[in-house]
């Protein structure tokens, strides 16, 4: 399946300050997160016969251009099944038609198959371009660094799972929200798991050392300078402290966490 992407600048704290809108097939064609209308995007969608349009997830750095490109396009707009007030709160838009994880969109002979991917994002999803084709992976993974999964929105136990998910389906690439092409999805997606491993181990070693404020597990579990991301790291290091209670490994009242009974023993 042909799959062309176009990077958006975007005024929000994406990585890079851009993400990436796809194209899918040609005609027909699904356009996927068009986070704003620019030039070169335009000229991609005037080349094809756009008649769906659809986002991974509805964070405002993936949903800026939606409304318009259906207006013109007069494309089949489509949102997840139970999440259609989410969606119309973001992009301003009614969506036409729902989707739900297996559901399979039709484009000619060939087909996009939607698969749950939530942890970023509750209503987060992954795009299958075609029978075993790469994966439109929205804010899973990232090539460098790391994705944010933050507190409320974020679900690491859920984000956890779904990186578990496509390395089990192990596709020929993985295309992101944000940067390059991901040429070796298991070697990130493996990189991706061990970094939040290594922050969990972290975030549960300062709690049984001590540390109940969540400032002060910040301080431990971040050894960097975090200026201009501690909302983000702190965000973070709550979803992690969310997975662990919820596990049995500490306790977690949303403002103060403690060692479970034979911690730090």
Do not use: Q
């Not at 991609?44 to 800026?64: C, F, I, M, Q």
């Not at 070693?205 to 200026?227: C, H, M, R, W």
Request: proline letters at 6%; glycine letters at 10%; a negative charge.
């Amino acid at each position: 399946m042909d799959v062309v992407s176009r990077s958006v600048p975007v005024a929000t704290r994406a990585p890079s300050g851009e993400t990436n809108a796809y194209l899918l097939g040609a005609n027909p064609a699904i356009l996927v997160d068009p986070a704003a209308r620019t030039d070169a995007l335009d000229r991609l969608v005037a080349e094809r016969n756009v008649e769906h349009v659809l986002l991974t997830h509805t964070h405002p750095d993936h949903v800026g251009g939606v409304e318009s490109y259906a207006a013109e396009t007069g494309a089949t707009v489509w949102a997840r099944y139970g999440r259609s007030d989410r969606f119309h709160d973001a992009t301003g838009c009614e969506p036409d038609r729902t989707f739900a994880p297996g559901t399979a969109i039709r484009l000619g002979d060939e087909r996009v198959r939607i698969l749950d991917a939530p942890g970023h994002a509750p209503d987060h999803v992954a795009l299958e371009a075609g029978l075993d084709g790469p994966i439109l992976c929205g804010d899973c993974a990232v090539r460098e660094g790391s994705v944010v999964v933050g507190a409320p929105e974020g679900d690491m136990r859920a984000y956890v799972t779904t990186l578990r998910r496509l390395w089990a389906i192990d596709p020929p690439a993985l295309y992101p929200g944000h940067g390059p092409d991901i040429d070796a999805p298991r070697a990130t997606l493996e990189r991706l798991l061990s970094h939040r491993a290594e922050r969990e181990r972290r975030v549960n070693e300062a709690v049984t050392a001590g540390a109940e404020t969540l400032e002060e597990i910040v301080d431990a579990a971040y050894e960097k300078d975090l200026s201009g991301v501690r909302d983000l790291a702190t965000a973070t290091v709550v979803a992690h402290l969310e997975k662990l209670a919820v596990e049995g490994a500490l306790a977690w009242d949303g403002d103060r966490a403690t060692a479970t009974a034979g911690e730090g023993d």
